[in-house]
């Protein structure tokens, strides 16, 4: 999928949140984002998703045409082709790991599928934790259950948001490894907002939003 974002503004009241920001993103790219804390970042990564609505430009994935779809389809083409990974995790804490890691697909109307969770919680480390609830895990491991919920629908794009914001940083390096090794194994794309050196480094493209818009290195 390729995503091509134009011209794009947002402003909150009169004051701007970010203009005139334009930019591919490729399949199987993975692209960094960084800047100041308030110039946007989290807005733009969910405008990428149309989780958030833009007041100028277009944003537009292959041939679909973000904006001009409706909020019931926005939120279906969203389950079909996005997957998230947040700082919070936000994994809910009254399902165990597994019934966790199948909520993409239970969104999408799909019989649970064992073998497939299966296979991406060994993917993620977490091999035969399927029956553990949220409590008993540290962070990284919650983390872990976050991306393995975040790619078992195969989505074309991953959007993460500080994924390893909260966790220390040999946990935070690993987390990264495997956020890498499994968008390039699903050909998926990869935005990542961060505010580590660490891990932006490791883009194939760094990009800095500002208020004015957005540059290259």
Known sequence: MTLRISDLGKHYGQAPVFEHVSLAIEPGEFVAIVGE???????????MAGLDRWDTGSVVHDDTDIGAL??????????????FVFQAFHVLPHLDVAQNVALPLMLLGERRD????????????????????????????????????????????????????????STAAKVMDL???????????????????????RA??????????????
């Open 37 to 47: 804390s308030g110039v946007g970042k989290s807005t733009l990564l969910n405008c």
């Open 70 to 83: 409706g909020a019931e389809a926005c939120a279906l083409w969203r389950r079909r082709h996005v997957g």
């Open 114 to 169: 064992d073998s497939r969770i299966a296979r991406m919680l060994e993917a993620v480390g977490l091999p035969g934790m399927g029956a553990r609830l949220p409590q008993t895990l540290s962070g990284g491991q919650l983390q872990r259950v976050a991306i393995a919920r975040a790619l078992v629908h195969r989505p074309a794009l991953l959007l993460a948001d500080e994924p390893t914001g909260n966790l220390d940083p």
């Open 179 to 201: 956020l890498i090794a499994q968008t390039r194994e699903h050909g998926a794309s990869l935005v990542l907002v961060t505010h580590s050196e660490s891990a932006a480094a």
């Open 204 to 217: 194939d493209r760094l990009l800095h939003l500002t208020a004015a818009g957005i540059r290259v290195g």
